[in-house]
């Protein structure tokens, strides 16, 4: 007979014996950790976005040693800056009205219908996003000015006779121009604004309204167009920043009575003038007030929690002319957004291009010349270097910054989001503005100083750009790591940590791998746009051995000394495009839909 | 009131290739001010079949009339029908009020008179205090009876209600019931009511119609579906049902008996047969009476089935019994608990049923 006691089944139970937890594991020093990770962040991000700002105001309200309003006071009661203040708002309105009108229509067909060739068209129609406006304009005065290619074109078809009248300038003195290449470049923003504002309305709202005899227009305006306003606010706030602190368009097409086109003539001529600061600091409060009314004012969302996205059944499936009608108004939008980057690469390839409607005659040398030429080959490694290394440090401190405010849950988190999210806020002109000012003169008497000096955009500004680019460009990152780890269900990491792997393991082992695609993309978005970064790279490159491409394609189309210049611009713009565009497409393979919601601030 | 009829009404979808039928060639008519039910499980199209009511799907083929105009091709806000969409819908930037009054205010009613409709529709569901609300600020229960309210202030020719209950809990399921009921039958518009839940369907309807795979396999009124089941699946989905193959040895004219011999015993069944040899019967739980091996009161009962008790649950108001037939077949029965007698796992019965209570099925 067997006792209790010597059965292995019943054995009575013994308390598990309780491993030591190594330091770190414990669950305080653990808070402890993030908490100080999180204020690392935050204290990095103010060192080098809210310092550098606040000094550049600082010197805009400074006269003769003394705190005062005397520069600001001049430069509100100077004609001409109020002129170009009110021409920027006007740029920048138009070019946001414009965006709009553009894009919910391409969003609705998008969003609520089916179509073959749907999904082809959907990521072509995101392609002009990776055309540089900048680049774009290089071309433009040949195809739109008084004697350019459509004006030989309709003189060559019998519309126009230059002989009886001069013929129109389409670029309307740079105005038209510089509103058409933003538009083109800026609506795919909130083209996916729209989309996924789109996605989070119910179909039955709509319905709904139909069923109560509401005609399709008056379902539009009274149900669907509320209820995108604010995503439409959040977008078109990004585009009207955008648009408003552009500088590197306007300059290409030489329309520059605009408030960033004279902060940047005043900065890159070395004048850190005050009046400059105060330009600033109207620009950043301009900047600033607007984000904030469109994300916190009008950028609330009425959608309950529950939103529901639509199901394919619910779209409408478009019969023949519906389909045509949908394609020819994204082929259209698609041609017109290419059309001045075929332009750039018709240059890069013309043996010579003037008073013709195409190139009389193709060469390869100016493609091959860029590459030859140690200036312009060396302005594409460093960009490349640049960016690659931003993009690092955005890895880090972005994917980072995400991880704490999506799951750490640190009580700072409100802060770490709010700074690593402000630079969407801060035009790059600001933050570059603000870094010549902190590396202007020796403000610490000390050796941190005689530090930022050094890295001045006069003597060797490498790390100044990767800075610039890195911070400029970080809430994308947080973003698009923020949205992959709401997507994660935190219980897949619990079940791991059940199962007794620690925190970092399983965020390694299990988080990591889940959002290894929205990482990916996020990076390649970071890097693509850090490539294209005008404002902070025109002026903080200031020696043409750290001249990064987007500087060196300036520098030529805006040199007089030779004809050839402006067929190198172009070239180097092409090289520029093909690097973009395959990083694009990479992000838009990796991200697919989701590509909307690191725009979405 | 409105009557609406339904014919031949077909929706095909393509999927890999190839066409699947979402609602298979339905014939229906409901009669003006009906409180009609669509009954089925998940997936049976029942869904598809109140949207192409709605017009909210196009229909592959069939026609939709009300009152005898083809309305199949009329767009969907000149229907004149409302429905309560499953998640209700209501506007999130709108408030009750203006939810409300959007329906009325589309089909043209002055201003004046939408204040007035809105009052007495808010009235109905008991809402009125609630007009300056947002829906967000509604429990589950407020916001499906603005729904209704805002259906109903359409003044519709139908009213549409997509399982308008399903996203409450369980009490509050069961207290709407009669309050739907009850709102829905004083507004006298037709009402079509879709459900999965037969319980539901059982309380509410006027008639139900329970779909399958895409096509309605019967339509009558609760008492009729619940009780005299077309099909197996009829049986099935409205409650448990315990069945039993056999071959009909005779019958007897209209009104007559019919005789269906099974390999656990003689089953007599009212009504009579016709068609082929093979028969399932079909008797409710609740109709099953559980004796004693000896007990002579089973000579009262128009069929006997011997069995042996095999599981005994104690549910609380009743108690079920499971018991193994002579031909190893497993029976439900359920009896009141604390009335009775009561059987151990094990024990000999007879299961004893009148033929009134047996459905037999084709």
Redesign the interface.
Known sequence: MTTASQSPAIKPPVAPKRRPLPLLRSRRVGMAWREFLALSIIAVMAAFLLVPIGMAIKAGFTHEGQLSSYWFGRVISNDVMVRNMANSTMLAAATTVACLVVAIPLAMVAGRCRFAGKGVLGVLVLLPMVLPPFVGALSMRRLLSRFGVLNQLLEYIGVLDFSQSLPPDWLGGGFTGVVFLQTLHLFPILYLNASAALANV?P??A?????????PW?TFR??TL??LRPGLFAGGAIVFIWAFTDVGTPLILGYEALMPVSIFKDLARGDTGPSAYSLVFIMLSGSVTLYVIGKFIFGRS???DSA?ASTSADLRRLGPLGTVGAWAMFILVILLAVLPHVGVLLTALAEHWVGTILPSGFTLKHMLFVVRHPATYNSMLNSLKYASLATVFDLVFGGLAAWLIVRARVRCRQVLDGVVMLPLAVPGMILAAGYVAMTARNWTGGWLGEQLVAIGPGRNPFWLLVIAYAVRRIPFMVRGVSAGLQQVPVSLEEAARNLGSSQVSAIRRITLPLISANILAAAVLTFTFAMLEVSDSLILAQTQDHYPITKQIYDLAASTGSPQTGYQAAALGVYGMVMLAATMAIAGALLGRRLGAIFRA | MTRIELRNLTKTYSSAGKEVAAVDNVVAAIEPGEFFFLLGPSGCGKTTLLRMI???IEPTRGAVLFDGVDVTWT???GR????V?Q?Y?L???MTVGQNVR??PR??GMKSDKCNEVVQRNLHRVQMVDYAAR???QLSGGQQQRVALA??LA?NPACLLLDEPLSNLDARLRLHMRGQLRRIVKESGATTIYVTHDQKEALSMADRLAVMDRGGIVQIGTPQEVYHRPATRFVADFMGEANFIDGRIASTTGPGGVTCVVTPAGRIMAGGACGGGDAATCCVRPERVAILGAEDPLSNRYDSVLHAAVEADTFLGEIRQYVCRLDDDTRWKVTCLSGLGETFPEGGKVKLCFNKDDVSVLA
Request: aromatic share 8%.
């Open positions: 119910d039955s709202y319905q709904a309204a139909r069923n109560l005899g509401a005609g008056t009274k149900i509320p209820l009425v959608l309950p529901k | 709605a017009g909210l767009s969907v806000e004149n029908t409302a429905m969409f998640n819908a506007w999130p930037h959007f329906g589309m089909r947002k829906p967000n805002r259906a359409a």
